[in-house]
Protein backbone atom coordinates (compact mmCIF):
# COMPACT_ATOMS: atom_id res chain seq x y z
CA UNK A 1 0.00 0.00 0.00
CA UNK A 2 1.23 3.37 -0.86
CA UNK A 3 0.30 6.49 0.96
CA UNK A 4 -0.25 9.79 -0.77
CA UNK A 5 -0.68 13.20 0.08
CA UNK A 6 -3.82 15.29 -0.60
CA UNK A 7 -4.90 18.55 -0.75
CA UNK A 8 -7.45 19.23 1.99
CA UNK A 9 -8.71 22.75 0.22
CA UNK A 10 -9.50 20.20 -3.14
CA UNK A 11 -13.09 20.43 -2.35
CA UNK A 12 -13.23 23.94 -2.28
CA UNK A 13 -11.01 25.06 -4.86
CA UNK A 14 -13.18 25.97 -8.65
CA UNK A 15 -12.12 22.96 -10.69
CA UNK A 16 -12.88 20.24 -8.52
CA UNK A 17 -16.47 22.01 -7.16
CA UNK A 18 -17.15 22.53 -10.96
CA UNK A 19 -17.39 18.48 -11.65
CA UNK A 20 -20.07 16.67 -11.39
CA UNK A 21 -20.46 13.82 -8.55
CA UNK A 22 -19.91 11.26 -10.52
CA UNK A 23 -16.43 13.11 -11.69
CA UNK A 24 -15.52 14.53 -8.80
CA UNK A 25 -15.32 10.59 -8.07
CA UNK A 26 -13.77 9.64 -10.75
CA UNK A 27 -11.06 12.24 -10.44
CA UNK A 28 -10.36 11.04 -6.76
CA UNK A 29 -10.15 7.67 -8.15
CA UNK A 30 -7.93 8.41 -10.68
CA UNK A 31 -5.79 9.94 -8.67
CA UNK A 32 -5.39 6.88 -6.39
CA UNK A 33 -5.27 4.41 -8.78
CA UNK A 34 -2.64 5.93 -11.06
CA UNK A 35 1.24 4.77 -10.93
CA UNK A 36 3.95 7.13 -8.71
CA UNK A 37 4.81 8.69 -11.80
CA UNK A 38 0.94 10.06 -12.65
CA UNK A 39 0.30 7.27 -15.41
CA UNK A 40 -3.60 5.77 -15.22
CA UNK A 41 -4.34 2.72 -17.27
CA UNK A 42 -7.67 3.89 -19.12
CA UNK A 43 -10.43 1.21 -18.24
CA UNK A 44 -13.49 2.37 -17.52
CA UNK A 45 -15.45 -0.52 -17.56
CA UNK A 46 -12.86 -1.24 -14.07
CA UNK A 47 -13.18 2.23 -13.08
CA UNK A 48 -17.34 1.83 -13.24
CA UNK A 49 -17.42 -1.19 -11.16
CA UNK A 50 -15.51 0.00 -8.74
CA UNK A 51 -17.12 3.48 -8.32
CA UNK A 52 -20.84 1.23 -8.60
CA UNK A 53 -22.98 1.15 -11.00
CA UNK A 54 -25.56 3.80 -9.66
CA UNK A 55 -23.12 6.56 -10.93
CA UNK A 56 -22.75 6.61 -14.64
CA UNK A 57 -18.82 7.60 -16.36
CA UNK A 58 -17.63 7.91 -19.48
CA UNK A 59 -14.21 8.76 -21.11
CA UNK A 60 -15.70 11.69 -23.73
CA UNK A 61 -17.08 13.48 -20.41
CA UNK A 62 -14.63 12.51 -18.04
CA UNK A 63 -11.85 14.16 -20.51
CA UNK A 64 -14.24 17.33 -21.84
CA UNK A 65 -14.68 18.18 -17.85
CA UNK A 66 -11.22 17.87 -16.86
CA UNK A 67 -9.55 19.20 -19.70
CA UNK A 68 -12.44 21.75 -19.88
CA UNK A 69 -9.61 24.70 -19.12
CA UNK A 70 -6.80 23.91 -18.89
CA UNK A 71 -4.80 20.52 -19.87
CA UNK A 72 -5.00 18.18 -16.63
CA UNK A 73 -5.30 14.63 -18.92
CA UNK A 74 -2.81 14.13 -21.20
CA UNK A 75 -3.93 11.38 -23.28
CA UNK A 76 -0.43 8.86 -24.88
CA UNK A 77 -0.17 5.91 -26.68
CA UNK A 78 -3.72 6.68 -28.29
CA UNK A 79 -5.28 6.84 -25.12
CA UNK A 80 -4.02 3.54 -23.78
CA UNK A 81 -2.78 5.76 -20.58
CA UNK A 82 -3.75 8.89 -19.03
CA UNK A 83 -0.54 11.30 -17.84
CA UNK A 84 -1.85 13.50 -14.92
CA UNK A 85 1.00 16.31 -14.91
CA UNK A 86 -0.27 18.15 -11.87
CA UNK A 87 0.00 15.03 -9.65
CA UNK A 88 3.74 14.64 -10.09
CA UNK A 89 4.00 18.59 -9.13
CA UNK A 90 1.32 18.07 -6.49
CA UNK A 91 2.59 14.46 -4.87
CA UNK A 92 6.61 15.34 -4.83
CA UNK A 93 6.71 19.11 -5.31
CA UNK A 94 8.03 21.37 -7.87
CA UNK A 95 11.78 20.76 -7.09
CA UNK A 96 12.43 16.88 -7.29
CA UNK A 97 16.16 15.54 -6.40
CA UNK A 98 17.65 12.61 -7.93
CA UNK A 99 18.66 11.41 -4.72
CA UNK A 100 14.74 11.07 -4.09
CA UNK A 101 14.71 6.78 -4.19
CA UNK A 102 11.45 7.20 -6.07
CA UNK A 103 13.04 9.50 -8.92
CA UNK A 104 15.00 6.86 -11.31
CA UNK A 105 11.88 4.27 -11.40
CA UNK A 106 9.77 7.88 -12.07
CA UNK A 107 12.31 9.49 -14.95
CA UNK A 108 12.13 6.13 -16.73
CA UNK A 109 8.51 6.31 -17.39
CA UNK A 110 8.62 10.37 -17.76
CA UNK A 111 11.63 9.48 -21.13
CA UNK A 112 10.26 6.50 -22.47
CA UNK A 113 6.71 8.62 -22.79
CA UNK A 114 7.99 11.57 -23.24
CA UNK A 115 6.15 13.50 -20.73
CA UNK A 116 8.89 15.93 -19.44
CA UNK A 117 7.78 18.82 -21.71
CA UNK A 118 3.98 18.81 -19.45
CA UNK A 119 5.70 19.35 -16.31
CA UNK A 120 6.91 22.30 -14.78
CA UNK A 121 9.21 21.22 -11.69
CA UNK A 122 13.09 21.58 -11.84
CA UNK A 123 14.99 18.22 -11.37
CA UNK A 124 17.66 19.06 -9.03
CA UNK A 125 21.05 16.60 -8.56
CA UNK A 126 20.91 16.75 -4.73
CA UNK A 127 18.87 17.47 -2.01
CA UNK A 128 18.72 20.65 -0.30
CA UNK A 129 22.65 22.08 -0.83
CA UNK A 130 23.53 25.48 -2.29
CA UNK A 131 23.79 23.91 -5.84
CA UNK A 132 20.66 22.85 -5.67
CA UNK A 133 19.23 26.09 -4.73
CA UNK A 134 20.33 27.88 -7.57
CA UNK A 135 18.66 25.05 -9.76
CA UNK A 136 15.71 25.47 -8.22
CA UNK A 137 14.61 28.87 -10.11
CA UNK A 138 11.74 28.31 -12.03
CA UNK A 139 11.16 28.80 -15.31
CA UNK A 140 8.33 31.58 -14.57
CA UNK A 141 10.63 33.58 -12.63
CA UNK A 142 13.32 33.04 -15.62
CA UNK A 143 11.00 34.25 -17.66
CA UNK A 144 9.64 37.04 -15.81
CA UNK A 145 13.79 38.25 -15.06
CA UNK A 146 14.00 38.29 -18.54
CA UNK A 147 11.77 40.45 -19.77
CA UNK A 148 12.23 42.55 -17.41
CA UNK A 149 16.06 42.54 -18.62
CA UNK A 150 14.92 43.23 -21.86
CA UNK A 151 16.75 39.96 -22.92
CA UNK A 152 19.77 42.16 -22.07
CA UNK A 153 22.41 40.99 -19.68
CA UNK A 154 23.39 43.80 -17.34
CA UNK A 155 26.82 43.01 -17.52
CA UNK A 156 27.67 44.07 -20.71
CA UNK A 157 24.16 45.41 -22.23
CA UNK A 158 24.10 42.88 -24.83
CA UNK A 159 20.72 41.87 -25.95
CA UNK A 160 20.91 37.79 -26.54
CA UNK A 161 18.76 35.20 -27.07
CA UNK A 162 17.28 33.12 -24.75
CA UNK A 163 19.16 30.31 -24.55
CA UNK A 164 22.47 32.61 -24.41
CA UNK A 165 21.26 33.86 -20.84
CA UNK A 166 21.43 33.02 -17.56
CA UNK A 167 19.49 34.03 -14.78
CA UNK A 168 22.61 35.14 -12.35
CA UNK A 169 22.72 35.75 -8.40
CA UNK A 170 24.19 39.07 -8.22
CA UNK A 171 25.43 38.47 -4.11
CA UNK A 172 26.43 34.73 -5.54
CA UNK A 173 24.78 32.38 -3.11
CA UNK A 174 28.15 31.08 -1.76
CA UNK A 175 28.63 34.63 -0.44
CA UNK A 176 25.42 34.59 1.03
CA UNK A 177 22.97 35.87 -1.83
CA UNK A 178 19.61 34.13 -2.01
CA UNK A 179 17.11 33.69 -4.63
CA UNK A 180 14.99 37.12 -3.71
CA UNK A 181 13.83 39.07 -7.09
CA UNK A 182 16.38 41.82 -6.15
CA UNK A 183 19.26 39.50 -6.16
CA UNK A 184 18.09 38.22 -9.43
CA UNK A 185 19.23 39.62 -12.48
CA UNK A 186 19.66 39.27 -16.02
CA UNK A 187 23.40 37.65 -17.68
CA UNK A 188 24.57 36.48 -20.64
CA UNK A 189 26.35 33.39 -20.33
CA UNK A 190 29.89 35.01 -21.12
CA UNK A 191 29.36 36.94 -18.32
CA UNK A 192 28.37 35.19 -16.45
CA UNK A 193 31.15 32.23 -16.69
CA UNK A 194 33.71 35.00 -15.88
CA UNK A 195 31.79 36.40 -12.89
CA UNK A 196 31.62 33.01 -10.82
CA UNK A 197 31.49 33.53 -7.57
CA UNK A 198 33.23 37.00 -7.64
CA UNK A 199 31.25 40.10 -5.33
CA UNK A 200 29.68 41.88 -7.99
CA UNK A 201 31.14 45.19 -7.71
CA UNK A 202 35.23 43.16 -7.52
CA UNK A 203 33.54 41.90 -10.96
CA UNK A 204 32.21 44.84 -12.21
CA UNK A 205 35.77 46.65 -11.18
CA UNK A 206 37.46 44.60 -13.49
CA UNK A 207 39.15 45.23 -16.91
CA UNK A 208 37.13 42.69 -19.28
CA UNK A 209 36.77 44.69 -22.32
CA UNK A 210 32.79 43.56 -22.61
CA UNK A 211 31.94 44.73 -18.94
CA UNK A 212 29.53 47.63 -19.23
CA UNK A 213 27.21 47.51 -16.12
CA UNK A 214 24.07 48.90 -16.96
CA UNK A 215 22.43 51.49 -13.65
CA UNK A 216 20.25 49.50 -12.76
CA UNK A 217 22.32 46.58 -11.65
CA UNK A 218 24.42 49.06 -9.87
CA UNK A 219 21.50 50.05 -8.17
CA UNK A 220 20.66 46.67 -7.37
CA UNK A 221 24.20 46.22 -6.08
CA UNK A 222 24.15 49.16 -4.29
CA UNK A 223 20.87 48.12 -2.02
CA UNK A 224 22.31 44.67 -2.00
CA UNK A 225 24.96 45.85 -0.25
CA UNK A 226 23.74 48.24 2.17
CA UNK A 227 23.82 48.36 5.71
CA UNK A 228 20.86 47.57 6.41
CA UNK A 229 20.97 43.97 3.70
CA UNK A 230 19.35 41.45 5.27
CA UNK A 231 20.95 39.32 2.61
CA UNK A 232 24.45 40.12 3.92
CA UNK A 233 24.91 38.84 7.35
CA UNK A 234 27.75 40.37 8.93
CA UNK A 235 29.89 41.37 5.85
CA UNK A 236 30.20 44.74 6.59
CA UNK A 237 33.45 47.09 7.26
CA UNK A 238 31.36 49.75 9.08
CA UNK A 239 30.16 47.19 11.51
CA UNK A 240 32.11 47.86 14.47
CA UNK A 241 31.96 51.24 14.13
CA UNK A 242 28.44 50.88 14.73
CA UNK A 243 28.13 48.44 17.29
CA UNK A 244 26.38 50.80 19.53
CA UNK A 245 23.95 52.54 17.35
CA UNK A 246 23.40 48.10 16.48
CA UNK A 247 22.69 47.47 19.57
CA UNK A 248 19.96 50.77 20.52
CA UNK A 249 18.79 48.79 16.89
CA UNK A 250 18.52 45.66 18.37
CA UNK A 251 16.37 47.09 21.43
CA UNK A 252 14.28 48.43 18.99
CA UNK A 253 14.12 45.49 16.93
CA UNK A 254 13.10 43.78 19.90
CA UNK A 255 10.12 45.06 20.78
CA UNK A 256 8.93 45.59 17.15
CA UNK A 257 9.16 41.82 17.13
CA UNK A 258 7.09 41.58 20.41
CA UNK A 259 4.76 43.42 18.53
CA UNK A 260 4.79 41.02 16.30
CA UNK A 261 3.75 37.91 18.47
CA UNK A 262 0.67 36.47 17.34
CA UNK A 263 -1.84 35.81 19.84
CA UNK A 264 -1.96 32.19 20.60
CA UNK A 265 -5.14 32.11 23.24
CA UNK A 266 -4.55 28.44 24.59
CA UNK A 267 -0.79 29.45 25.07
CA UNK A 268 -0.27 32.56 25.76
CA UNK A 269 3.66 32.29 27.20
CA UNK A 270 4.37 31.20 23.67
CA UNK A 271 5.84 34.05 21.76
CA UNK A 272 5.81 33.17 17.49
CA UNK A 273 5.52 35.40 15.08
CA UNK A 274 3.16 34.96 12.56
CA UNK A 275 5.66 33.97 9.88
CA UNK A 276 7.09 31.85 12.52
CA UNK A 277 3.63 29.83 13.18
CA UNK A 278 3.11 29.65 9.39
CA UNK A 279 6.37 27.60 8.97
CA UNK A 280 5.67 25.29 11.84
CA UNK A 281 2.26 24.60 10.30
CA UNK A 282 3.72 24.03 6.63
CA UNK A 283 6.09 21.76 8.14
CA UNK A 284 4.78 19.67 10.64
CA UNK A 285 1.05 19.98 10.41
CA UNK A 286 -1.20 22.50 12.34
CA UNK A 287 -3.05 19.60 15.21
CA UNK A 288 1.43 18.61 15.60
CA UNK A 289 2.18 22.15 16.11
CA UNK A 290 -0.07 22.69 18.63
CA UNK A 291 0.59 20.12 20.66
CA UNK A 292 4.24 20.80 20.51
CA UNK A 293 3.21 24.68 21.20
CA UNK A 294 1.29 23.87 24.33
CA UNK A 295 3.80 21.20 25.76
CA UNK A 296 5.99 24.47 25.61
CA UNK A 297 3.58 26.56 27.02
CA UNK A 298 3.46 23.42 29.74
CA UNK A 299 6.76 24.24 30.26
CA UNK A 300 7.29 27.61 30.66
CA UNK A 301 4.44 27.58 33.31
CA UNK A 302 6.09 25.33 35.00
CA UNK A 303 9.29 27.18 35.43
CA UNK A 304 11.77 25.04 33.46
CA UNK A 305 10.98 27.12 29.80
CA UNK A 306 13.11 30.08 31.17
CA UNK A 307 16.24 28.00 28.85
CA UNK A 308 14.12 28.37 25.83
CA UNK A 309 15.10 32.03 24.69
CA UNK A 310 13.93 31.47 21.48
CA UNK A 311 10.30 29.68 21.06
CA UNK A 312 10.78 28.94 17.38
CA UNK A 313 13.58 26.99 17.10
CA UNK A 314 12.72 25.27 20.98
CA UNK A 315 9.43 23.78 18.66
CA UNK A 316 12.09 22.91 15.98
CA UNK A 317 14.05 21.21 18.63
CA UNK A 318 11.24 19.37 20.13
CA UNK A 319 10.03 17.63 16.62
CA UNK A 320 13.75 16.36 16.37
CA UNK A 321 14.30 15.33 19.30
CA UNK A 322 10.77 13.16 18.74
CA UNK A 323 12.39 12.43 15.07
CA UNK A 324 9.47 14.51 13.51
CA UNK A 325 11.16 15.76 9.78
CA UNK A 326 8.71 18.58 8.36
CA UNK A 327 7.12 17.19 5.65
CA UNK A 328 8.21 19.04 2.88
CA UNK A 329 11.76 19.25 1.97
CA UNK A 330 10.98 22.37 -0.22
CA UNK A 331 12.12 25.64 0.83
CA UNK A 332 9.51 27.45 3.15
CA UNK A 333 7.97 30.40 0.85
CA UNK A 334 6.22 33.17 2.65
CA UNK A 335 2.29 32.54 1.90
CA UNK A 336 2.61 36.72 0.88
CA UNK A 337 5.37 36.40 -1.76
CA UNK A 338 3.03 36.48 -5.00
CA UNK A 339 2.63 33.51 -7.59
CA UNK A 340 3.11 34.09 -11.36
CA UNK A 341 -0.12 32.94 -12.22
CA UNK A 342 -0.96 30.49 -15.46
CA UNK A 343 -2.67 34.13 -17.15
CA UNK A 344 0.84 36.07 -16.30
CA UNK A 345 3.05 33.31 -17.52
CA UNK A 346 0.87 32.71 -20.98
CA UNK A 347 1.43 37.16 -20.85
CA UNK A 348 5.14 36.36 -20.12
CA UNK A 349 5.60 34.20 -23.04
CA UNK A 350 4.20 36.13 -25.67
CA UNK A 351 5.93 38.89 -24.34
CA UNK A 352 9.22 36.84 -24.13
CA UNK A 353 8.04 35.58 -27.97
CA UNK A 354 7.81 38.94 -28.98
CA UNK A 355 11.07 40.05 -27.55
CA UNK A 356 12.90 37.12 -29.08
CA UNK A 357 11.79 38.44 -32.56
CA UNK A 358 13.10 42.04 -32.13
CA UNK A 359 16.02 40.57 -30.80
CA UNK A 360 19.12 42.36 -32.10
CA UNK A 361 20.81 39.21 -33.28
CA UNK A 362 18.39 38.31 -35.96
CA UNK A 363 18.42 34.39 -35.05
CA UNK A 364 15.55 32.33 -34.40
CA UNK A 365 15.34 31.10 -30.98
CA UNK A 366 16.95 27.25 -31.05
CA UNK A 367 14.64 26.44 -28.63
CA UNK A 368 10.70 27.36 -28.00
CA UNK A 369 10.32 30.50 -25.27
CA UNK A 370 8.24 28.79 -22.70
CA UNK A 371 7.76 25.12 -23.39
CA UNK A 372 8.04 23.13 -20.37
ZN1 LIG B 1 27.12 39.92 -20.76
Redesign the pocket.
Known sequence: MAKRFTDTEKYKKPFFRSLKAPYKLLWDYIMTDCNHAGLWIVDFEIAQIYLGEDIKINKEDALKYFNNDKERIVEIEDGKYWFIPSFIEFQYGNKMSKTNNIYPSIEKILIKYDLFKYLDIEITDTGITKSSYRNRISKKIKEKIFIENNLT?Q??Q?QKEVNELVVDHIIPLEKGGNNEDLNLTC??I??NSHKTDLDPEDFINRSHD?LNPTNKLKGAIKILKGTNNPLLGGKDKDKDKDKDKDKVKDKEKEKEKEAQYINLSDANKVKLTKEQYDKLIYDFGKTATAKKILDLQHYIINGKGAKYKDHYLALRAFFRRDGIEPFKKEEYKPIQKQEITEEERQENIDKLKELSKKCITGKILKHEVGKT
Request: neutral net charge; charged residues 20%.
Open positions: CYCEACRCF
